[in-house]
């Protein structure tokens, strides 16, 4: 899924655990977090939900975990996402209905892989505030190419935060924004096609994105990047990107303190080459919200075990509540 430049635990008297930092050796660290999902009402009961969990939180809830939980229930039901396949096609369908009456953008695009050429599509749901500028929340919706002979299926990878920005739009439409726009972005074809070459075989929608952006000047106006990648593990322990821009993850972790949600914060140190990196090279602020231990050792990762079982709708509620007030964090600097 991504390739990491080095990894820095900051948990010394477990640095035996770590692995070789590369594609397939990740740390088995873990700490403090949600406990898994316990027969996950459906979003019938989302409403409910959305009052009852705020008895459980130290500030006013935002994301309702319920919800979307029961959006990547209905992702993974199209079956693999990836590049080319009846699940890639039925995933963008599926966005196109729920964005249908947002201000929606589709943005089409080739991707020259070393298995060929397929057609990719980002999807950007637009949604103005009231300050000149934009900050981007992002996510994949395709799965892994190389896996296309298995079950897998991301519920996790690529599932949980199209779910999230799915979730996001509830709190986001029908009003204009006391801050800056708000643009929701689901990248496609982050995933290689063969194997992670930075650069070449990787981030090819938000590549395309990046250099689109950047010709018609849209990159001027970005005040953020926000993505979130596997953030629905229900051991929640998001990492902190040595890739990303210092100021920005140090307001994220502003905001999961104002939250309470701190524990679940930069225990862990790596540099990640996921969907901000075009974005970051192109000097726009970035930061990448990541779980990269999804079960011991990462066992779950890339793997037909990535299933909804293994999430939790506390850990979506956790990871949406901390991007939306690093949103509202962001809108307050001068």
């Known amino acids: 899924m991504r390739a990491i430049a080095w990894r820095n635990l900051v948990l010394i008297s477990m640095a035996s655990c770590c692995l070789i930092a590369c594609e397939s050796g990740k740390s088995a660290l873990a700490s403090s977090a949600p406990s898994p999902a316990q027969n996950v009402p459906t979003a019938a009961a989302a409403k409910q939900a959305d009052t009852a969990q705020s008895s459980n939180r130290t500030a006013k809830p935002v994301v309702n975990g319920v919800r979307a939980l029961q959006y990547v229930k209905e992702i993974v039901a199209f079956g693999p996402r990836y590049l080319g396949s009846p699940g890639h096609q039925k995933a963008e369908s599926y966005l196109r209905s729920h964005l249908k009456n947002d201000d929606l953008q589709e ?32 996510s994949h919706y395709d799965t892994n190419y190389p896996l296309r002979k298995t079950s897998y299926a991301g519920a996790n990878d690529g599932g949980s935060t199209s779910a999230l920005l799915l979730e996001l739009t509830q709190h986001l439409r029908g009003k204009k924004l006391d801050g800056y726009s708000v643009w929701l972005v689901w990248t496609d074809a982050e995933e290689a096609v063969r194997g992670w070459t930075h650069d070449q075989d990787s981030v090819y929608g938000s590549r395309h994105l990046a250099e689109t952006w950047e010709k018609d000047g849209t990159l001027k106006k970005m005040k953020a990047f926000l993505l979130a990648d596997m953030i629905g593990d229900a051991d929640l322990n998001v990492d902190r990107d040595a890739n990303s821009t210092p100021w920005l993850e140090d307001l994220v972790l502003e905001a999961a303190t104002r939250l309470g949600y701190q524990s679940h914060f930069f225990a862990r140190t790596g540099g990640y080459d996921d969907d901000h990196t075009p974005f970051a090279k192109r000097g726009v602020p970035v930061a990448d919200l990541i779980d990269f231990e999804y079960g011991y050792n990462n066992v779950f990762w890339h793997t037909p075990q990535d299933t909804v079982d293994k999430l939790s709708p506390r850990s979506i509620e956790i990871a949406g509540d901390v991007i939306y007030e690093t949103v509202l964090l962001i809108g307050e600097r001068k």
């Open 107 to 138: 943005d089409p695009f080739t991707v020259d892989s070393p298995e060929g050429k397929f057609q990719g599509r980002n999807f950007i749901a637009k949604f103005p505030g009231t300050k000149d500028g934009i900050i981007v929340i992002a």
